[in-house]
């Protein structure tokens, strides 16, 4: 168990949707990062957090949107879905903005319909 | 950006081999990562190894940074170290994303 916690586990819902993912970081951690694995992209990194503060921006979707509160959880929005949206989210953490180790949650699977 | 090879793509192995796994970036890394993804999804941290080696148990890493590469050694393998290995490397200072290599599927027979 890392630390890391995901919610749901499992999420199904239909194209033109709207869901939000949610994740509890590590006690301590204040970067939070999501990331996004499918079958024909891989992992790719979308966007990170750090102590509220949007920090980096990867291959995140205009679509897509994400925060993270005054009590360090995020949550990654996803909008008007396609099935291509389908795919594992995974929320990251590590313990500050710079070079650390980064420990991951056990993951959303989303299934568009 | 950052291209991360991993290499074989896929190996099978009888319980009881050993294995190397191999990684190669094209660009200087502030951090390299070692995961393993079980068969139910999970991303477990196995080393933190932006150079050097480290070793847990069966499972040990050398890092050569100045060469762009890193191995991973499986001993003894257990049909449980079944999975896909990633190795992954933060590069760059604008923010401290993660860019994934394509992983190595292992299949460990009994």
């Known amino acids: 168990d890392s630390g890391v916690t995901q919610t749901p586990k499992h999420l199904i819902t239909a194209t033109g949707q709207r869901v939000t993912l949610r994740c509890s970081p590590r006690s301590g951690d204040l970067s939070v990062y999501w990331y996004q694995q499918s079958l024909d992209q891989g992992l790719q990194f979308l966007i990170q957090y750090y102590n509220g503060e949007e920090r980096a921006k990867g291959n995140i979707l205009e679509r897509f949107s994400a925060q993270q509160f005054p009590d360090l959880h995020s949550e990654l929005n996803l909008s008007s879905l396609e099935l291509g949206d389908s795919a594992l989210y995974f929320c990251?953490?590590?313990?500050?903005?710079?070079?650390?180790?980064?420990?991951f949650g056990p993951g959303t699977r989303l299934t568009v319909t | 950006g950052i291209q991360v090879e991993q290499s074989p793509p896929d190996l099978i192995l009888q319980e009881g081999a050993n294995s190397t796994l191999r990684c190669n970036f094209s660009d200087s890394v502030n951090n390299l990562q070692w995961f393993h993804q079980n068969p139910w999804g999970q991303l477990i941290n196995l080393f933190y190894?932006?150079?050097g080696t480290k070793q847990n148990g069966r499972l040990s890493a050398t890092t050569v940074a100045t060469e762009r590469y890193s191995l991973l050694y499986i001993s003894s393998s257990q049909t449980t170290d079944s999975g896909v290995y990633f190795c992954?490397?933060?590069?760059?200072?604008?923010?401290?994303?993660?860019?994934f290599g394509g992983g190595t599927r292992l299949m460990v027979k009994p």
């Open positions: 992954a490397v933060e590069h760059g200072n604008a923010g401290n994303m993660l860019t």
């Open positions: 990251a953490s590590s313990v500050g903005g710079g070079i650390y180790e980064q420990y």
């Open positions: 190894i932006p150079s």
